[in-house]
């Protein structure tokens, strides 16, 4: 069983930079694939950034350029840096992971981005 925790969301002007991160627990793991997807209001689940097992990173085309994704293995935690944020990054930010090619799911933070 894996248990994931995002942090660091919150409320912040446009323009500015938050920082998430997804810290992973459980028994002895390796995990695969670890990614950020976010849900706006009324729209669906949409990807936003992948690194894979290998650390292959892969980007939404809306936020290349804008975010950066990174993990720290030793830690099973992944990181979201979002700088130059726009309002339309206002969302529920979540973490996602695989395992034994089981996907799991954080239960989400918000990012609120102000004009």
């Known amino acids: 069983q894996v248990q994931l925790v995002e942090s660091g969301g919150g409320l912040v002007q446009a323009g500015g930079s938050l920082r998430l991160s997804c810290a992973a627990s459980?028994?002895?793991?390796?995990?695969?694939?670890m990614g950020w997807y976010r849900q706006a209001p009324g729209k669906q689940r949409e990807f936003v950034a992948l690194?894979?097992?290998?650390?292959?990173?892969t980007y939404a085309d809306s936020v290349k350029g804008r975010f950066t994704i990174s993990r720290d293995n030793a830690k099973n935690t992944v990181y979201l840096q979002m700088n130059s944020l726009k309002p339309e990054d206002t969302a529920v930010y979540f973490c996602?992971?695989?395992?034994?090619?089981?996907?799991?799911w954080g239960q989400g933070t918000q990012v609120t981005v102000s004009s």
């Open positions: 996602c992971a695989s395992y034994r090619g089981k996907p799991y």
């Open positions: 459980g028994s002895a793991l390796s995990l695969e694939h």
């Open positions: 690194s894979s097992s290998r650390a292959v990173t």
